[in-house]
């Protein structure tokens, strides 16, 4: 692309398809018609020498090469709109919708703490969670069906180029029973006795192995897991009112009101820590909101960096 014949303009309908994620919405946004969005889209795809956005479902995604154009131009677009635009971003006065995908364990954590911000800073901002699964945040992060994700990421699988993140705090793990049960007795629990104790524990997806048991396979070890749910609040539940065990994530110093009736002890096999982390795609590095709502969230969590 030539600087010298460049139509900037263009730009601007580049960052609504990639913000907004269809023609019609990016057409909304810059108060254009549709049929001018789809001919400024086939001017960037001719400027390019690229198709730029396929279809996906009702809307459109990213090719590779505009995720790569994407990242510089965000920033630069975001620094021309901060030094022309009259208005800033103002929370107090912003009715805004945005949606955080995050497990009930996490919402249990975050929301009270966010609700009370936004209370005082945002009165009319809505903030909606829809389920995480650890496995699909990524693809809802793209398809815009959330604006956020707080999550742990899976090790396992590349992280895509679009995902920014940040992390925020490490949970530790521990053994969770019910007051009386018969592994209450000591402060460590015996490691033969804990694999042989009936499990119950959580899987977001509702199908895949929870962490803990590849972790205890990789050490070539296996626990009697007999049930599986796909809420922590169910898992504490099931650990109240019966004599199974249950290996639970513990956020020291966050974790809410919830143990009741219930011993936590350490876990006789400690699993390596996991970082939950506050996850955005790279289409929103330009947005006021978004980098608001972000900083919000960082302030609230983040660990001081050493």
């Not at 007051?179 to 804990?194: Q, T, V, Y």
């Not at 898992?235 to 009112?241: G, I, L, N, Q």
């Not at 110093?253 to 350490?266: C, I, S, T, V």
Request: charged residues 25%.
């Amino acid at each position: 692309m030539n600087y010298r014949h460049a139509d900037l303009n263009l730009l601007k309908v580049f960052e609504a398809l990639m913000t907004e994620g269809t023609v019609t919405r990016a057409a909304e946004k810059l108060s254009l018609t549709q049929p001018t969005v789809s001919n400024a889209l086939r001017r960037l795809r001719d400027t390019f020498d690229d198709p730029l956005f396929v279809r996906s479902g009702a809307g459109v995604k990213p090719t590779r090469r505009a995720l790569d154009l994407w990242e510089p131009l965000a920033q630069s677009l975001h620094a021309i709109r901060s030094t022309l635009d009259s208005e800033r971003f103002d929370a107090v006065q912003s009715t805004a919708s945005l949606s955080i995908a995050m497990s009930d364990y996490v919402a249990s954590i975050v929301v009270p703490r966010l609700a009370a911000k936004l209370s005082r800073s945002a009165p009319s901002m809505q903030i909606h969670t829809i389920p995480n699964t650890l496995v699909d945040f990524g693809p809802v992060l793209a398809d815009n069906r959330a604006d956020f994700a707080i999550s742990v990421y899976n090790e396992e699988v590349q992280r895509p180029a679009f995902l920014k993140s940040r992390a925020l705090w490490s949970p530790g793990f521990v053994c969770v029973m019910r007051a009386g049960h018969p592994l209450d007795r000591s402060e460590r629990i015996p490691l033969k006795k804990f694999l042989a104790a009936r499990h119950v524990d959580v899987s977001l997806a509702g199908k895949t192995l929870p962490s803990y048991d590849v972790f205890l396979r990789s050490r070539g070890m296996q626990r009697n897991l007999v049930v599986t749910v796909n809420h922590y609040a169910a898992a504490y539940d099931v650990v109240r009112r019966s004599d199974l065990i249950a290996v639970l994530p513990w956020s020291q110093a966050l974790e809410p009101e919830r143990m009741a009736g219930l011993r936590h002890a350490p876990v006789p096999l400690e699993a390596p820590p996991r970082v939950i982390e506050l996850f955005w795609h790279q289409r929103h590095e330009s947005s006021a909101l978004h980098q608001w709502l972000k900083n919000v969230v960082l302030g609230l969590f983040e660990k001081p960096r050493t």
